[in-house]
């Protein structure tokens, strides 16, 4: 049963664009989430967090959003780089971390 | 440390074999978590220390796993008489606060493969 879920696999972007990641999440008790971005062979880095008391949270070119009514979490990157090319994934707390399965992002030169 | 350390980073086991698996968190953090990834998976929770003591363990997927704390600070996760479904990256993370509501910082996990 997953709690996080973020459907879209794989996400293909211009540099100088905007990306946009999308999470869904199923448990209204989550009062904490977190993005975080992974390359290959090396663990999770932290990206931005947001309390569930907030509804936006920015940091740099790292924006996250959060709509409660909707149980919906968004990770905004503008400018994107080809450097932001990575899996992302959205985590979700209450009582313990729940993570989704990730999206991958290719910024495109 | 500067950051978590798992070792080893890849380990191959024979069906039936026990391993163990090392996390060195950041140093001072009370917190410490590990985690199961299987492949195009998220990190799923398997257990979590706040210092010594063990106060989640609800993930661990059978009475095959065990993991220590002893002291605090390093943790090992143990896995008895392999099986090939517990091929997977293990990761652990460790955090400055109590509880796990707060944010996790991440080794680079140890992929094991049990053939």
Known sequence: ?109 | GAGVSQSPRYKVAKRGQDVALRCDPISGHVSLFWYQQALGQGPEFLTYFQNEAQLDKSGLPSDRFFAERPEGSVSTLKIQRTQQEDSAVYLCASSSTRGPGATQYFGAGTRLSVL
């Not at chain 1, 509804?55 to 919906?72: C, I, M, Q």
């Open chain 1, 1 to 109: 049963d997953q709690q996080v879920k973020q459907n879209s696999p794989s996400l293909s972007v211009q540099e100088g664009r905007i990306s946009i990641l999308n999470c869904d999440y199923t448990n209204s008790m989550f009062d904490y989430f977190l993005w975080y971005k992974k390359y290959p062979a090396e663990g999770p880095t932290f990206l931005i967090s947001i309390s569930s008391i907030k509804d936006k949270n920015e940091d740099g070119r790292f924006t996250v959003f959060l709509n409660k009514s909707a149980k919906h979490l968004s990770l905004h990157i503008v400018p994107s780089q080809p450097g932001d090319s990575a899996v992302y994934f959205c985590a979700a707390s209450a009582s313990q971390f729940y993570f989704g399965t990730g999206t991958s992002l290719t910024v495109i030169p």
